[in-house]
Every structure is written in structure tokens, then in C-alpha cells.
């Protein structure tokens, strides 16, 4: 086994959070950091240009393709569950929304325990990592890594669908992430003059000349080794070697809300019986790692139009050529669409207090190719309703010790019967304000649910045989206290019982925030590299 020289801080997975720990961490030139990704350099152009990200769904090359298991809640389906596999992370193939949640989100993880999460404490790491130029709001950040743009590309579509939810009673929102996220609003993006601003882009190439930090890419972590209960070794292959690298300080896993679990599993952290059952020895008998998954789970609808007025019409022959000459001249039209054109925020309900729903509206459709691959030949536009704050739980665990065998994913969609509530509500609402007099000009048929269903149980049924992830899986390493039996890292994101152990990714959060999950993963990575600092400070 090839061994690498000592680091202060070892750090497993080059996504979203590790690469800000990375940039973080190795501000100080004393400190020698190992940043360890299994998936190659992000030079994949369809990384960059916005529209690729739905490209990147289906590449092997850069995306762990994972599916999850077949479930009867959603008609016995296996789900694709795409995960970056690439420096960047899922940073790298997202579809560029950035969104902060509720305040109340962040509140309540830490009245559950988790002292210094709750919003107030987390709002300067907010600010810190972002740059928003066209938004004023002292709560917005302006000096930030992360580039926050939004395109008001094909003006009368979002006219029409701003006039549209005005008749719903849903206002204009010039800038949800600076407090009351209701309403109907242009989707802000992290993109740099119209290319995608990754985690890798904007916190790890411009540090990539440290002499004290070490990036390795191709190089997939097998199993974290102790000395007693502390952590102290990573075992990984690059290139088919076995290589081994070690911690003088800290191990960090940063293997995002599938990995970060599996490979604590594979490294005897977890449910002892189910460890011992799998043949792996035990080191720390921790229930609750790989409980807990929750992601946003979405159920489309699709409109055609009356007028030539979406992108589907613009990717074909010689109108392509068009689009192609826009990107390259002024990064607009198709090239630079994302997964969300407009975001809408409402109440399912009028008693709910806060907004517990989302639409997501895209200026084209994909009913012809339900994975994704290929946009409809017809003017069409869609939405995604997403229950926010999903109630269903589920899991995800080692299947062996083998750790070239992906995992078990069951993410439980649409269990909880007021996740299946709100997702009903959500169609309903998106077909409201397709119905109503502001949007009748444009209005063509529907496509789908398609205009023959109508009741709630019907909605329901199309949610469950077509409905699909929106890639927000968190939870399956919560963050609790310790007398919390089913919590797996603490306030400072140590593993429970072990030391020299921290995760610091999306699978702390112990519940999915009321949006999409890049910049609270972002702003959960720079917390952490100020308490790991602050603690090795303590240590010195
Ligand atoms: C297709 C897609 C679309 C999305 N769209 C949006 C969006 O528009 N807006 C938004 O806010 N969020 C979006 N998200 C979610 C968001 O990107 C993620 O929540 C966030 O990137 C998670 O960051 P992370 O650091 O937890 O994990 P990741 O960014 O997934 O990073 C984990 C890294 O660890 C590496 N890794 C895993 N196991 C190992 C191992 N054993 N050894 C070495 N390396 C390993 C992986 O290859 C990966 O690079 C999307 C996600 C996907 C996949």
C-alpha cells in the first residue's frame, strides 16, 4: 500500500463542502491539507455551460448515477438519484439554483439541540460566501466566492407568469433570499457572467497553487482506520492502488448525504447489528447513521403554449444554430437555462402559517424523454411542485463491505401522507395558474397530469408513477445532541464517541431547509472550518 505524508487534515470528498474546507483550512500555511475526490478534474464542458446540467444527469463520467430501491409508495420505480462525481461535487452538476430557505428552518435545528444553528448564527457564513451584485438587501452577501446572477431572459413568458400568480394572489418577489421567501420570483443562480460558479470554481481552483494543499483526484476513500476510538488513517484506491494517507489532526468526510454514511458504515461506524451482519467489524455502534435521508421529492406538470414563447421550439435545426450564437455572444437563451426559470413559494393551504410549498417553472419540457434527455418539439413550459419540508423518511446503507457496491438508497418518497397532501396542492396550483384569465392567451392543452384527471386521488397516483427526486438529499448524518440515541455528529459535527472525526456536509442537517441545498451545504462548510480552526487553536 502506497502511503502519502502526514496532514493536519484529511478530507474525504471534494464536493460542495469540501472544497470550501479545503480553501479554508489551508489559509493557514502551517497546516497541511489532503483534499481526496473520487472523481476526476471538472473539465467536462457540460460542467460549465448551464444548459449541460442536463447532460451531466446521465454521465458516468462525473456522476455516480445512483437509483434508489424500488418502493410501492411510488409504483415499485427505481428513481434516479444523480450525485457529483467530479472536483465540485454536486456543485458541479446542479441545476444552479440558489436558494437560503427560512429563517425558521435553521431555528428549528437549533432548538432541537444544536446550539449556534440557528439562523442568526448562520447568516454571516451566508453573506460570506456569496457575491449578489443586483441585490441591495443588507442581508445579502457582496465580496463572496460563490457569483449569484439572475437571467430575465424570455421577458413575456415570465411577464405572463408574474400577471398569472398575481391573480392567485401570489406578489412579485424581487428577492427571496433576504427574508419572506412567499410569492412568485426570477431564480437566482450561481453563475459567473453566465457560466456555472461551482464550489470547485469559486473556493478551490483560485487556492489550487498552496504548496500546503494536496488535491487528489480519482482517488475514492475505502475505509477510515482508528488507533482506539480515534481516527487517525484513510485508506483509498487511485488508479487501482491501494493507497493510504494520514491524519495528524482531523479526518474530515465531506462524501455528501450518500457517501458520507456509506463509508462511515464501511468503516465499522453504524448500527452494530447491521455492521455485523455485513461481516464489518464494529468500532462505534451509532444507529443512526444512514437514517434519517429525506429529499425533495417532485410531481411535474407540463402546458404547451399558444405562441413560440419556450425554448423546447429553439432546439432544433437551424433556431439551434441561433441559440448557440446567443450563448456565445451573450450567455442567454437556451445555452444558459437552468433547472428554474421563475420559483414560486406558497401556502398549500390557507391555515398553514409559512410557505410549505414550491414551484419550480422551466421554459421547456421533457415529456417525450422522461429522464431528462432530450427537450419536447412543441412550445411547452413545466413546473415541479416540491413540498417543502417533507414529513417521509427513509434510509441509506451499505448493502456489503465491498465499497465499489453502491449503496441501498430508499428515500421514502411521498410515505407521509401530508407530503402526498402538499404535492396534490401543488399541481392543483400550477394548473390555477395556468387557468387563469392573465395566462388564457398563451394557454395550449396540458400535457400532463393531463386535463382527464381531477381528483386528488388521481393527482396522487400521476405523483406517484411519474414523480422524480429534485437531488436535496440531507439528514443521513444528523446533528443532535448526545442524549439523542439516532443523532451521529454533534453541534461541532464530531462523530458521537469518536475522536479526529468530523462530517461536514449536507448530511448533518437534520431536517431538508424550505429550498434547494448548495449554499445551506456552502454555509454549513464555512461554520465548520471556523470551528475546526477555533479548535485547533484550543489544541496549539
Ligand atoms: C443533479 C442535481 C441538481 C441539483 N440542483 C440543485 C440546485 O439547483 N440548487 C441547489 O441549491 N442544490 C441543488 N442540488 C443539491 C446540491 O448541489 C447538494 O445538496 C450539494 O451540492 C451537496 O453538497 P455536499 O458537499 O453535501 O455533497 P457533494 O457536493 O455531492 O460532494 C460529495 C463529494 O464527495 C465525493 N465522494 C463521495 N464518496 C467518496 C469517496 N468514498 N471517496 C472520495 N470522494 C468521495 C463525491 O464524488 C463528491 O464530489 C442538486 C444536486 C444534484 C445532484
Not at 242 to 261: D, F, K, N, T, Y
Not at 447 to 458: I, K, M, N, Y
Amino acid at each position: 500500500m502506497t502511503g502519502v505524508a502526514d496532514f493536519d487534515y484529511v478530507i474525504v470528498g471534494a464536493g460542495s463542502a469540501g472544497c470550501v474546507l479545503a480553501a479554508r483550512l489551508s489559509e493557514n500555511p502551517a497546516h497541511r491539507v489532503l483534499l481526496l475526490e473520487a472523481g476526476p478534474e471538472d473539465r467536462n464542458r457540460w460542467i460549465h455551460i448551464p444548459i449541460g446540467f442536463g447532460k451531466t444527469l446521465h454521465d458516468a463520467s462525473v456522476n455516480w448515477l445512483y437509483r434508489t430501491e424500488p418502493d410501492a409508495a411510488t409504483a415499485q420505480r427505481k428513481i434516479m438519484l444523480p450525485r457529483g462525481k467530479v472536483l465540485g461535487g454536486s456543485s458541479s452538476i446542479n441545476g444552479h439554483v440558489v436558494t437560503r430557505g427560512l429563517a425558521q428552518d435553521y431555528d428549528a435545528w437549533a432548538a432541537a439541540g444544536n446550539p449556534g444553528w440557528d439562523f442568526a448564527a448562520l447568516l454571516p457564513y451566508f453573506r460570506k460566501i456569496e457575491n449578489a451584485p443586483g441585490f441591495a438587501h443588507p442581508t445579502r452577501g457582496h465580496d463572496g466566492p460563490v457569483n449569484v446572477e439572475t437571467s430575465k431572459d424570455l421577458p413575456r413568458l415570465s411577464a405572463a407568469l408574474i400577471a398569472a400568480a398575481a391573480q392567485c394572489g401570489l406578489a412579485y418577489n424581487p428577492d427571496y433570499n433576504s427574508g419572506a421567501i412567499e410569492g412568485i420570483a426570477h431564480c437566482q443562480r450561481s453563475l459567473r457572467r453566465g457560466l456555472r460558479d461551482s464550489a470547485a470554481k469559486a473556493y478551490l481552483h483560485p487556492v489550487r497553487g498552496r504548496p500546503n494543499l494536496v488535491v487528489e483526484c480519482g482517488a475514492q476513500a475505502a475505509r477510515i482506520r482508528f488507533a482506539g476510538m480515534r481516527a487517525v488513517r484513510v485508506d483509498y484506491r487511485q488508479n487501482g492502488v491501494a493507497c493510504h494517507a494520514s491524519a495528524r489532526g482531523e479526518v474530515i468526510l465531506a462524501a455528501g448525504a450518500i457517501g458520507s454514511p456509506h463509508l462511515l458504515e464501511l468503516s465499522g461506524v453504524g448500527n452494530a447489528a447491521r455492521l455485523q451482519g455485513l461481516g464489518i467489524e464494529v468500532v462505534a455502534n451509532l444507529p443512526g447513521v444512514g437514517e434519517n435521508l429525506q429529499d425533495h421529492f417532485i410531481a411535474r406538470s407540463v402546458w404547451k403554449t399558444t405562441r413560440a414563447i419556450t425554448f423546447n421550439e429553439r432546439a432544433r435545426g437551424w433556431r439551434l444554430l441561433t441559440q448557440i450564437a446567443r450563448f456565445g455572444l451573450f450567455r442567454t437563451g437556451l445555452f444558459s437555462a437552468g433547472a428554474a426559470h421563475m420559483l414560486i413559494f406558497a401556502r398549500s393551504d390557507r391555515t398553514v402559517a409559512l410557505p410549505d410549498l414550491e414551484l419550480t417553472i422551466t421554459p421547456f419540457s421533457v415529456t417525450q424523454s422522461p429522464d431528462f434527455s432530450g427537450l419536447d418539439s412543441f412550445p411547452a413550459l413545466s413546473f415541479a411542485a416540491v413540498p417543502l419540508r417533507p414529513r417521509s423518511r427513509g434510509s441509506v446503507h451499505a448493502r456489503s463491505a465491498n465499497s465499489d457496491q453502491a449503496p441501498a438508497i430508499r428515500p421514502g418518497y411521498l410515505a407521509h401522507e401530508e407530503d402526498q397532501r402538499v404535492t396534490v396542492a401543488g399541481l392543483k396550483l400550477s394548473r390555477q395558474l395556468i387557468e387563469t384569465a392573465a395566462f388564457s392567451r398563451l394557454r395550449g392543452e396540458e400535457v400532463s397530469p393531463g386535463a382527464q384527471l381531477h381528483r386528488d386521488d388521481e393527482l396522487l397516483a400521476y405523483a406517484r408513477q411519474t414523480g422524480l427526486s429534485i437531488h436535496h438529499a440531507v439528514g443521513s448524518c444528523r446533528m443532535g445532541p448526545a442524549d439523542d440515541c439516532m443523532a451521529v455528529v454533534d453541534a461541532g459535527l464530531r462523530v458521537h464517541g469518536l475522536g479526529a472525526l468530523r462530517v461536514v456536509d449536507a448530511s448533518i442537517m437534520p431536517a431538508l431547509v424550505s429550498g434547494h441545498t448548495n449554499f445551506p451545504t456552502l454555509a454549513i462548510a464555512e461554520k465548520a472550518a471556523d470551528m475546526i480552526l477555533a479548535d485547533a487553536r484550543v489544541a496549539a
